[in-house]
């Protein structure tokens, strides 16, 4: 059975791209085939796989408005980040508005991951940095929600919105949809303030918080303009073991919900 998380938080750089980028990696590595979609206009999710985001056949934008189908789309991301990738560049800053005068305009992405979603375990969606039509459709295609939380200033400001957002999703368009988990970024231990934000989202929200806490790491920056996810740039880095084990504590979680259906919400 496929899982289709999307990685989404309406703030901009909290660690959404890195966390989809490295999950999709470190999910590959213990064998799982993954797809990583890449629903943001600013390709950074592209780019950060290897791959030249103005050097593809085809991108979202093709599957979403105009029809190309979905397989047509895939490319693979260099032979050792071991993922496939679906592309996005600026050209789905359109399809933010075509997208509001289309036909089943919530369920577009869904409808183009049907075809395909028995090809992989996991499907990967790297949302943008808003609440909107994009993001709708990756809510809706999703069964899950990973929602990455900079451990810094203001990182529960619109944590509210977001949770209404998922709850409406759930309650109109899509009911299988549940969070996964809150994912604590960019920790700093030496921070008081890292531990604050942490300490309120576990009195807040429980073990709905991944146990696994990814650290800032120079590593899982740099990356990105290498091309390649963290585990294949510096495999001993904090960053690479830290996305493994969040890798790990997911594939737990799955088995767990697999088995004990009723805690699925
Ligand atoms: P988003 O996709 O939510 O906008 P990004 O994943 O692009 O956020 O992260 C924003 C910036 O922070 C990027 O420059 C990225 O390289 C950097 N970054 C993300 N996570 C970490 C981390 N754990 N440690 C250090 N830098 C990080
Ligand atoms: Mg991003």
Redesign the pocket.
């Known amino acids: 059975m496929t899982t289709v998380f999307a990685?989404a938080?309406q703030?901009?750089?909290?660690?959404?791209?890195?966390?989809?980028?490295n999950l999709a990696a470190s999910l590959a590595a213990t064998r799982k085939k993954v797809l990583l979609v890449d629903i943001?206009p600013?390709g950074?999710?592209t780019t950060?796989s290897g791959v030249d985001k103005f050097d593809t056949d085809y991108t979202i934008y093709d599957v979403l408005c105009d029809e190309v189908p979905t397989e047509k789309a895939i490319v693979n991301t260099p032979e050792d980040s071991g993922f496939d990738l679906i592309t996005a560049n600026g050209d789905l800053t359109a399809a933010e508005v075509q997208l509001l005068d289309m036909k089943s305009r919530e369920f577009r992405l869904r409808n183009a991951l049907a075809r395909i979603r028995d090809n992989y375990d996991y499907i990967l969606i790297?949302c943008p940095?808003s609440l909107n039509m994009l993001t709708v459709n990756a809510l809706t295609a999703a069964d899950s929600v990973i929602v990455?939380i900079?451990c810094e200033y203001y990182a529960l400001e619109g944590l509210t919105a977001l949770m209404n957002t998922i709850e409406k999703i759930r309650t109109v368009l899509n009911p299988k949809l549940h969070i996964g988990g809150l994912l604590r970024?960019?920790?700093d231990p030496r921070n008081s303030l890292s531990n604050d934000v942490s300490n309120q989202l576990i009195s807040h929200f429980g073990d709905k918080v991944y146990r696994t806490i990814?650290?800032?790491?120079?590593?899982?920056?740099?990356?990105?303009s290498h091309g390649a996810p963290v585990i294949t740039y510096d495999p001993k880095s904090r960053?690479a073991v830290?996305y493994l084990a969040l890798a790990g504590e997911i594939l737990r979680r799955e088995q767990a919900l697999k088995t004990q259906p009723a805690a699925a919400s």
């Open positions: 990685v938080n703030k901009g750089g909290v660690g959404k791209t890195t966390s989809s980028v943001d600013q950074n999710a950060g790297d940095p990455p900079q970024t960019m920790y990814i650290p800032r790491n120079v590593r899982l920056a740099e990356a990105p960053g830290s």
